[in-house]
């Protein structure tokens, strides 16, 4: 009973490849983050999505597409792959309305575009 | 804008010293959070402190916040080799989107 996990865990593509990354939290949280960890280990903020509604959206290629089908899901696909991509994807969920907005990541997925 | 820094970025230490990691940020926030990740592996969220003097322990970590100095430290007591691991803060923007900004981490070291 994973709190939040992701699909799949490791991605090998070539560049120019379209390819999407699943998430699934089990929390009951109600807002869901996707990062992007470089080979320095920076954490950046991409999205969010609170209740199927997108909050945080930053300075991201617009070949990055965030969907949210329910609040318990938050998908990434991603067109068109460069180099560049290559990072490990990490995606968090957290409960709105408590103050707290303690942040509970998933196990991450590590793209290698080739 | 929000900036975190954190320093040291890399320490190396003995076990059984005491050391202390730090957390600048840059504008008025009032939530501040210590992850922990291991090689490979996920972020594990450590302590959230939500107000100023908040101090919180586990085990052999201490965390502190003082929002005036818009300082935290996340002190280690005498240090064993389990506790190495990278370290980040994140600091919470005023803007109630649920965002935060991570510092680069802290990577440490400990020698048995």
């Known amino acids: 009973d994973t709190a939040v996990s992701q699909t799949p865990k490791y991605l090998v593509t070539q560049m120019g490849n379209d390819k999407s990354i699943k998430c699934e939290q089990n929390?009951?949280?109600?807002?869901m983050y996707w990062y992007k960890q470089d080979s320095k280990k920076f954490l950046k903020i991409m999205f969010s999505?609170?209740?199927?509604?997108?909050?945080i959206n930053e300075t991201v290629p617009n070949r990055f597409s965030p969907k949210s089908p329910d609040k318990a899901h938050l998908n990434l696909h991603i067109n068109s792959l460069e180099l560049g991509d290559s990072a490990v994807y990490f995606c968090?969920?957290?409960?709105?309305?408590?103050?707290?907005?303690?942040?509970?990541f998933g196990p991450g997925t590590r793209l290698t575009v080739t | 804008e929000l900036k975190v820094e954190q320093n040291p970025l890399f320490l190396s230490m003995q076990e059984g010293k005491n050391y202390t990691i730090y957390c600048n940020y840059s504008?008025?926030?009032?939530?501040l959070y210590w992850y922990r990740q291991d090689p490979g592996k996920s972020l594990e969220s450590l302590f959230v402190?939500?107000?100023?003097?908040a101090v919180k322990q586990e085990g052999r970590l201490m965390a502190s916040l003082d929002t005036k100095a818009r300082l935290s430290t996340l002190h280690i007591t005498a240090a064993v080799h389990d506790l190495s691991a990278t370290y980040f803060c994140?600091?919470?923007?005023?803007?109630?989107?649920?965002?935060?900004?991570f510092g680069k981490g802290t990577r440490l070291h400990i020698l048995p």
């Open positions: 929390l009951g949280h109600d807002t």
């Open positions: 968090a969920s957290s409960l709105s309305g408590t103050g707290l907005y303690e942040q509970y």
């Open positions: 994140a600091v919470g923007t005023m803007n109630r989107d649920d965002k935060i900004i």
């Open positions: 504008t008025t926030s009032d939530r």
């Open positions: 999505y609170n209740n199927k509604e997108l909050i």
């Open positions: 402190l939500l107000s100023n003097g």
